[in-house]
């Protein structure tokens, strides 16, 4: 099975743009998870997605933004790009079922983001 | 909230040394507790699990148990290997809602030396 990939790998933007970035899961996972990866803030939660639906949200603001296809696939916005935006952002998708808990999380080689 | 706490680093070690790594953990109700391993320029892949207490998630020669009455889960390995060098991160996840999110330690550099 193929794992979770994740598009482009590497980005290069200027202040003030803005980015996407996407996500494939597993096939058949139905949770997709995003985090930002920074030396001085470690790994911190965005934003879940679950069955389309933005089912939890992390303490970033909302120039920061996500969406999740039927087909699980997910993408993440970035708007009016601030040099502290500058991370690897990496997704992560789990199969998830109703009431479980502990589903394993699986994360893809991550998008490296720079802003000059 | 949830938070995880994980040693500091980094770690230097010579080959076939044991390695821990120290991982205590703050949640409500019964999280799932994870290692995740960063190789350079790599994403997170999973190292180990355990979903309750008292389990041992094992992988790799790698070990940790699930402790509840210390609230730890710490990482262990009897002999290391170079190619063992690489970030460890300890992580959490609980359960309903908003805690389905993983919660990470700072992560942890291990230097394993020939």
């Known amino acids: 099975k193929a794992g979770v990939t994740q598009t482009p790998r590497y980005l290069i933007k200027t202040r003030g743009q803005q980015v996407t970035l996407s996500c494939s899961p597993i096939s058949g996972h139905r949770s997709v998870s995003w985090y930002q990866q920074t030396p001085g803030q470690g790994l911190q939660f965005l934003f879940e997605?679950?069955?389309?639906?933005?089912?939890n949200k992390g303490n970033f603001p909302g120039r920061f933004s996500g969406r999740q296809f039927s087909n699980s696939r997910s993408e993440m916005n970035v708007s009016t790009l601030e040099l502290g935006d500058s991370a690897l952002y990496l997704c992560?998708?789990?199969?998830?079922?109703?009431?479980?808990?502990?589903?394993?999380?699986?994360f893809g080689p991550g998008t490296r983001l720079t802003v000059l | 909230g949830n938070s995880v706490t994980q040693m500091e680093g980094p770690v230097t070690l010579s080959e076939e040394a044991f390695l821990t790594i120290n991982c205590t953990y703050t949640a409500t109700g019964y999280p799932s507790l994870f290692w995740y391993v960063q190789y350079p320029g790599e994403g997170l892949q999973l190292l180990l699990k355990a979903t309750k207490a008292d389990d041992k998630g094992s992988n790799k020669g790698f070990e940790a148990t699930y402790r509840k009455e210390t609230t730890s889960f710490h990482l262990e390995k009897g002999s290391v290997q170079v190619s063992d060098s690489a970030v460890y991160f300890c992580a959490l996840r609980g359960s309903g809602g908003s805690n389905y999110k993983l919660t990470f330690g700072k992560g942890t550099l291990l230097t394993v030396n020939p």
């Open positions: 997605y679950f069955s389309e639906t933005q089912r």
């Open positions: 992560a998708s789990s199969l998830e079922v109703a009431g479980g808990q502990g589903d394993t999380q699986y």
